[in-house]
């Protein structure tokens, strides 16, 4: 036997969040990496390009996009070595909703993101180098 009052037969759900964001997946222009930043690393350049597409992007104030620059340096720096700055990097870009988990917490969604078919001629020829990726993450772990 349950306890209380049975539940209405067409319940709606009415605690939907007035701050929700519901974000395209759809690859956007981003911003150029600018060159007075002086970033040396490759990883660094790709958290750039990463962020600068990423649906989160399309929605950014020059605040964020300033956030954006002095966060990449500070992935620069790790990157050449100074890993003290990895629990700042994952603060910052928390915020920005990076994981599924900080996305829930931002009540943010990404529509389409799922159902995606992979693009024609994406096959192994297509896919991002990560050597240099590698290279670099290698170098950091093994000089420590």
Known sequence: MTRGPRPKDNAVRRN???HAQALSAGATEGRALPPGLGIQSAGARRF??????????TTW???????LEITTKLVDAFYLGDTKHAGEIRQRVAKWGATVEDRARLRMTIDGDEDQAPEEGAGPEAAPQTTDMDAELYRLLSEN
């Open 16 to 18: 939907k969040h007035e």
């Open 48 to 57: 750039w390009k990463t962020w600068a597409t990423s649906p989160q992007s």
């Open 61 to 67: 104030a020059e605040t964020d996009w300033a956030e």
